[in-house]
């Protein structure tokens, strides 16, 4: 994604629990919040049409903090 540095980016070990279950689960696990310097904030999009707030992270490997 532009505006999101390489090393902030999820790695694709850490997506591969998630995805399997993203249409029927609720994310359990820890996410660290990115910047992104084109957001409407330091790391967040707001579109006040469909009230949607996207903040901007990476999903951390389990027992990763």
Do not use: N
């Amino acid at each position: 994604m532009v505006g999101i540095a390489d090393h902030d980016l999820t790695e694709a070990a850490a997506l591969e629990p998630l995805t399997a279950t993203l249409d029927s689960t609720a994310f359990h696990g820890t996410i660290q919040i990115v910047g992104y310097p084109y957001g409407d904030g330091a790391s967040f999009l707001w579109s006040a049409s469909e009230q949607v707030l996207q903040v901007q992270c990476k999903v951390l490997p389990s027992g990763q903090r």
